[in-house]
């Protein structure tokens, strides 16, 4: 049962880290990856599609 916790809560700190990476990138670097501000979480948490 920690080790589930442990695992998932890692996976959210992952994921809040590239949240704050991609939210500091200008929005032409955004564009250059193909992302808008508005799709940085949607993106990160499913991916892009």
Do not use: P
Request: glycine share 4%.
């Amino acid at each position: 049962m920690f080790r589930e916790f442990a695992k998932r809560f890692k996976s959210m700190r992952a994921a809040h880290s590239d949240i704050i990476a991609l939210q500091r990138m200008d929005d032409r670097s955004l564009e250059d990856i193909g992302l808008t501000r508005a799709q940085i979480r949607r993106a990160v948490r499913y991916g892009r599609s």
